[in-house]
Structures are given as structure tokens and as C-alpha cells.
């Protein structure tokens, strides 16, 4: 909230809390009723205390209205947060999260870029900080170059922002397939048996 709103809604209290502590005084008796009415009276038998009081009265209402704006003014301002406002546009404001995505798809159009996500800061100077996921056989330095140069161009074209592009390159992690598992079954042990002798019919027995 500015300073002249806070002065605002400062006054605009002030005035209801001697409203309040008048009519209190009145009910109560503090303040007669009947002198009240008098100087009332005798105010506005002059014509200038007519246009006085008439002056402030509408100074008054005008007040109450304007306090009723700080608010709307306020939920407005916070609607814009995380807004950028687009050079020689006006009122034209692009979100965040916009900027984010054009960054995030132009980088993505790079060849050898597998993943992107963006940052976006706002201070002096619009700042992209991407970082890129790319593969092993990928050309680093050609594809910084590229993203920053290319995220620059299209900022300032469809946008009309100069940003501050910083690129960071990152080398996906390479996925080894794993080989199967061979379940190595032992053979089973094969005994050779060896064919008992047949016995003779005739063998001689000692008896």
C-alpha cells in the first residue's frame, strides 16, 4: 500500500470515529440534543457555513469512495505479481510462466537437447537461467550457443525483451541395459553304474 493510501484510510477512520463519538455523546446525554439542534440552526441561516459544510461533506464522501478503490487497487497489484511488462506495449504484461514455456520449447527445437527447464528472474534486467539435459555425443559449447542465442532472438521478436540468457548444460545420465540373468541350473550328477558281474550257473560250490 503507498503512503497516500495509508493517509487515506488513515483520515477516512479518524472521520468515523468522531462520527461515532458524537452520536454516542448525543444518546447519552453528554452533548445536549437541544444546543446540538441550535447551532445547527444557526449555521444554516448563513449561506457561507451552507457552502462550507457542503464542501466538506463532499470531501468527505469523496474520501469514503476513494478508500473503497484501495482494495480493488490492492488484489490488482497482487494479480500482477510475477508479471513482466512487454517494452513499447502500453499496459501489456506477459507472466512468468509464459516466458518460461517459450524458453523451455525453443530450446527443446535444438538438436541434441533431450530435457530443458527454465528460471525466470525479474530485477534490472530480465534474466533466463536454462538448464539443458543433453546426450553424451552431444556438442556442448554449439548447443549453449545455439539455446542462448536462439532463446534472445525469440524474447526480443515475439516479446520485445532484451533478457539476460544464461545456459547451463548437463549430460544425461546414461542407462546401461542390464544383461539377463542367467540362472545357472547345476547338471544333474550322472552316477555311471557299473553292470554287476552275472554269476555263473556253474560255479562250483564248496559244500
Given at each position: 500500500?503507498?503512503?497516500?493510501?495509508?493517509?487515506?484510510?488513515?483520515?477516512?477512520?479518524?472521520?468515523?470515529?468522531?462520527?461515532?463519538?458524537?452520536?454516542?455523546?448525543?444518546?447519552?446525554?453528554?452533548?445536549?440534543?437541544?444546543?446540538?439542534?441550535?447551532?445547527?440552526?444557526?449555521?444554516?441561516?448563513?449561506?457561507?457555513?451552507?457552502?462550507?459544510?457542503?464542501?466538506?461533506?463532499?470531501?468527505?464522501?469523496?474520501?469514503?469512495?476513494?478508500?473503497?478503490?484501495?482494495?480493488?487497487?490492492?488484489?490488482?497489484?497482487?494479480?500482477?505479481?510475477?508479471?513482466?511488462?512487454?517494452?513499447?506495449?502500453?499496459?501489456?504484461?506477459?507472466?512468468?510462466?509464459?516466458?518460461s514455456d517459450l524458453c523451455i520449447q525453443k530450446a527443446r527445437e535444438s538438436v541434441g537437447v533431450l530435457q530443458a527447464t527454465c528460471l525466470v528472474e525479474t530485477g534490472a534486467e530480465l534474466q533466463v537461467l536454462l538448464t539443458l539435459q543433453c546426450g553424451n555425443e552431444a556438442s556442448v559449447p554449439e548447443i549453449a550457443k545455439g539455446v542462448q542465442q536462439g532463446v534472445q532472438d525469440?524474447?526480443?521478436?515475439?516479446?520485445?525483451?532484451?533478457?539476460?540468457?544464461?545456459?547451463?548444460?548437463?549430460?544425461?545420465?546414461?542407462?546401461?541395459?542390464?544383461?539377463?540373468?542367467?540362472?545357472?541350473?547345476?547338471?544333474?550328477?550322472?552316477?555311471?553304474?557299473?553292470?554287476?558281474?552275472?554269476?555263473?550257473?556253474?560255479?562250483?560250490?564248496?559244500?
Amino acid at each position: 500500500m503507498k503512503a497516500s493510501d495509508r493517509i487515506l484510510l488513515i483520515l477516512s477512520c479518524l472521520l468515523g470515529i468522531a462520527g461515532c463519538a458524537a452520536v454516542f455523546a448525543v444518546v447519552w446525554g453528554f452533548l445536549p440534543f437541544a444546543q446540538v439542534a441550535s447551532a445547527v440552526a444557526w449555521l444554516m441561516a448563513r449561506w457561507q457555513f451552507q457552502v462550507l459544510i457542503s464542501m466538506v461533506a463532499v470531501l468527505i464522501a469523496l474520501l469514503f469512495i476513494r478508500v473503497m478503490f484501495i482494495r480493488q487497487r490492492g488484489k490488482s497489484t497482487q494479480k500482477l505479481q510475477g508479471t513482466i511488462s512487454v517494452a513499447g506495449a502500453g499496459d501489456i504484461s506477459i507472466s512468468k510462466d509464459a516466458v518460461s514455456d517459450l524458453c523451455i520449447q525453443k530450446a527443446r527445437e535444438s538438436v541434441g537437447v533431450l530435457q530443458a527447464t527454465c528460471l525466470v528472474e525479474t530485477g534490472a534486467e530480465l534474466q533466463v537461467l536454462l538448464t539443458l539435459q543433453c546426450g553424451n555425443e552431444a556438442s556442448v559449447p554449439e548447443i549453449a550457443k545455439g539455446v542462448q542465442q536462439g532463446v534472445q532472438d525469440l524474447l526480443q521478436t515475439t516479446c520485445g525483451m532484451a533478457a539476460k540468457v544464461r545456459v547451463l548444460v548437463e549430460k544425461a545420465q546414461e542407462t546401461r541395459p542390464t544383461s539377463p540373468v542367467q540362472a545357472v541350473v547345476p547338471a544333474a550328477s550322472q552316477q555311471t553304474q557299473q553292470p554287476e558281474p552275472p554269476v555263473s550257473e556253474g560255479a562250483n560250490t564248496n559244500g
